[in-house]
């Protein structure tokens, strides 16, 4: 961890490009895109044991 994060309190890296889904701002349409996303992943799924 750089200096700057002990510095600032940061608890983790800010500026990385490997961010988990569970530290993501939560907003409307972000879940609305996911509800899509994990919808179509769930037909193909289904259609591929067919």
Not at 20 to 27: H, P
């Amino acid at each position: 961890m750089n200096p700057y994060c002990a510095f600032f309190g940061f608890k983790s890296e800010p500026f990385t490009s490997e961010i988990s889904s569970k530290n993501l701002l939560k907003l409307p349409a972000m879940v609305s895109v996911k509800e899509r996303f994990d919808y179509v992943v769930g037909c193909n799924e289904s259609l591929s044991e067919k």
